[in-house]
């Protein structure tokens, strides 16, 4: 099994309640993919309620292989998702890892 975690920083000037459009929606878009994709086998977003910290969104998902990760990075309904945060995303990281 492979954990896919993500996390997002949304741009400083953007506006706050841009930002929480932008997070709640892609929060809604990502949660709904596991019925879209098949090899999606658990998916979960938080939106970061620490105003302290540096990231935003916080991206949990599982696969059972790191090609289904690469599968689904490519899913057209994933790229969707993702183009939500488009304007507001100032930077990503990143971490796969098998169990």
Avoid: T
């Avoid at 400083?12 to 990502?30: D, G, N, S, T, Y």
């Avoid at 599982?62 to 507001?88: I, N, Q, R």
């Amino acid at each position: 099994m492979v954990k896919h975690i993500v996390l997002f920083k949304l741009k400083e000037e953007a506006p706050a309640e841009r930002k929480l459009e932008v997070m709640h929606a892609f929060k809604q878009a990502i949660e709904a993919l596991p019925a879209k994709i098949p090899f999606v086998r658990k998916v979960e977003v938080g939106l970061n309620i620490n105003p302290g910290e540096s990231w935003h969104i916080a991206l949990y998902s599982e696969f059972d292989s790191l090609e289904d990760v690469k599968a689904y990075a490519a899913h057209p309904d994933h790229v969707a998702a993702a183009a939500l945060l488009a304007d507001v995303k100032e930077s990503r990281a990143c971490v796969d890892y098998e169990i």
